[in-house]
């Protein structure tokens, strides 16, 4: 028998071959089937969600506004917790129709829906959009139990401002809005927080200039979400930093005492504190209530806020500038007396009018004051003294004094809209009315008419200025986040301080002696005075001299419009000036009859509360009160 060796030994080959090639096949099964293991059971959830098209969604958390306070420590803006709705559009497939959804759970009209698609359509696929807000738990509960139906809809808990003292403070404070296209264009601002459908901005008072820092930092979240726009889980977050705290100089005790008195007037009033230039009320009449921003306004409620005449969204104590009449008599006064041109005791005749180049310029007592010296020509608020000396002085150097004392200067306070006024040159004449400076601009301009411009803030700035002899300067804020805001302008005015005297006495005068012009609205020892003041009255028309031939016809008798602004500025007490104040009723006709008790009372009821310091902040205040 013969065995094949050649045969053996290949059949033997095979079968290790074999054997090597089953082990590697058996290895690898191995290997596969304890990663199916793994991703079958302990990373199915993780896998399964992927398969579901799951995505990390990052979103930004809105931070809590800042918070504004009056100079008592009180609230004058509060967060509420409110219920919100938002909208992805990439996730709700069909956003119309889940809008119509929605409708039936929640009180949307089709113009908030219409609203709600315009906003999707200008935002980013993936960025959610505020479809409702203001709402009730019931509404959220309903939503919530929905969920299945409505893809890309979330309930969210945010901030709503409110203003709970809000017709005192509608002027200083302001009021917030949703950001517009219009805001986005005209803002160099790129927070990402303002890409954000109806976030709210300030709009108008503080909470417009001081709106980056009462806005804060966002913060950021990732969430996990589904295909179906379902929050799976919340992977991280960080939170933004809170907007800044403010406290106003302003109390709300005197602020709507001073709005109380000026009920019925079209009218605006200034309160200072003359040592370091707080704003201890500023008021503009009438006025409005902020609350009624928040939400779409009414046609009644937006045309009476509109109205031509009375004006309510404008605040008139920084946007409103008048001829400051006769209360820029001592601004002309102490030109005089800085340029040695006049002394105390020179006197000037008026016999009722100026002859200037032909044409008369008259006093406003038509028979005239007689020989009248500074004081007197104060007391008397005789034109015809400042007709003399502002032809003397030259406009020239009125208008330095006047830039001295604040006039034609923009107040630096934390207000939108505030006005310098004007304080005119023979330049600015030639470069903006294409004319040469004549006699009778500067006739015009020593009585605080013609070009002559100023507003509430600035006439109480140049009272503060007269009655202090510092160069002070208005301060609105007193704490900006818990550091007490700078108190500018306490060096003295390059005034000589005994020229400032003799202008203070004759201001007392009007007041306090029988024959001033406001002796009638003198502030008694028992109301705390008294009281230096200097009554004005601005013409909004021109009397003919027809009219005057004929008899000037009063303010009573003629339209509102027509009539003449009402002024008066005064400071208190006459020996040691701590308060002072400007009043401007529009077409309020004499200063002395209406404008000059208005300050009385106000300037009564500031020295009653009297040196009240600042109310202590909350020390563990919240941005959200509920």
Partial sequence: ???????????????????????????????????????????????RLLAEENRINIQLLPPARGLIYDRDGDLLTINDRVYAIEMVREQSRDPELILNRLAQLLPLTQEDI????????????????????????EHIAAVSANAPALPGVTPVLGLNRQYPKGPEFSHIVGYVGSVSDYDLNETDDHDPLLRIPRFKIGKTGIEATLEKPLR??????????????????????????????????VGQELQTYTLNRLKGHSASAVVMDVTNGDILALASGPTFDSNKFLKPISQADWKEMNDPHYRPLVNKAVAGTYPPGSTFKMVVALAGLEAGLIDSSEEVYCPGHMEVANRKFHCWKRGGHGHVHLREALRYSCDVYF?????????????????????????????PSIKEGLMPTKDWKRKVKKKDWVLGDSINAGIGQGFVLASPLQLAVMTARIASGMKIEPRLINLYNNEVYPTRGLEPLDINPNHLAIIRSGMSEVSNHRRGT????????????????????????????????????????????????????????????????????????????????????????????GDKGYGNLPNNRTREQT
Avoid: C
């Avoid at 502002?390 to 208008?399: D, M, P, Q, S, Y």
């Fill in 216 to 249: 804060g930092e966002a913060g950021i979240k990732r969430i996990e979400v589904n295909s179906l726009g379902r929050v799976i889980r919340e992977l991280d977050r960080k939170e933004g930093a809170s907007g800044v705290d403010i406290q106003l100089t």
């Fill in 387 to 415: 007709y003399d000396l502002a032809l003397r002085v030259g406009i020239e150097k009125i208008t330095q004094m006047a830039h001295k004392l604040g006039l034609g200067e923009r107040p630096n306070i934390q207000l």
């Fill in 518 to 609: 406001a002796y009638g609205a003198r502030l008694k020892p028992e109301q705390g005075g008294p009281m230096a003041g200097k009554t004005g009255t601005s013409q909004v028309r021109q009397i003919t001299a027809a009219e005057r031939r004929k008899g000037v016809v009063r303010n009573e008798d003629l339209p509102w419009n027509r009539r003449d602004h009402a002024l008066f500025v005064a400071f208190a007490p006459v020996q040691n000036p701590r308060y002072a104040i400007s009043v401007v009723v529009e077409h309020g006709g004499g200063g002395s009859a209406v404008a000059a008790p208005i300050a009385r009372d106000i300037m009564a009821r500031t020295i009653k509360l």
């Fill in 114 to 137: 219409d609203k709600a698609l315009a906003d999707m359509k200008k935002r980013r696929a993936f960025v959610p959009v505020t479809v409702a807000t203001g709402l009730e738990w």
């Fill in 1 to 47: 028998m013969e065995f094949d060796h050649k045969g053996d030994v290949k059949r033997s080959r095979l079968s290790r071959r074999a054997l090597m090639l089953g082990g590697i096949q058996a290895s690898v099964a191995a290997v596969i089937g304890w990663r199916m293991h793994q991703l079958g059971v302990k990373e199915g959830d993780q896998y």
